[in-house]
């Protein structure tokens, strides 16, 4: 999804900021599919290299968002932000989030939830979506 340099993103608030060589309308994948991986849902790890069509884009973004909120149902003490270390042991009383060392369960669900919703906009919008990486 492009416009012209200059013009406003057509996604308005929900435009990530853009990193070097991507635009404010795409949406970096290595981080969502990372949180795929490490949820198991390597299913929907796998699609999110594909191009969508629009509909394809809005279902996407339902199974992302699905996802997300029964992680977080079946997990509801984990809501709670925690960083994690090398030094956490099995006989510890925190949980240890396996998404990376700097990175909490409460940050995996925050980040397929953003990105359920930038499909789902795009989606609405009529875009398809061209994955490229």
Avoid at 65 to 88: F, G, V, W, Y
């Amino acid at each position: 999804m492009t416009h012209l340099h200059g013009d406003p993103c057509p996604l308005g608030i929900e435009a990530i900021p853009h990193e070097l060589m991507q635009t404010c309308c795409a949406l970096p994948g290595g981080p969502v599919a990372a949180a795929l991986r490490k949820l198991r849902a390597e299913h929907l790890d796998c699609l999110i290299w594909d191009d969508m069509t629009c509909e394809e884009a809005i279902a996407f973004g339902e199974e992302i968002r699905q996802l997300a909120d029964n992680m977080e149902r079946a997990h509801p003490a984990r809501r709670i932000a925690r960083k994690t270390s090398d030094q956490d042991t099995a006989g510890d009383d925190r949980e240890v989030w396996p998404f990376s060392r700097s990175s909490t369960f409460a940050d995996a669900l925050v980040t397929l939830r953003h990105a359920a919703g930038w499909f789902d906009r795009v989606g609405t919008m009529g875009f398809a979506v061209d994955a490229w990486w």
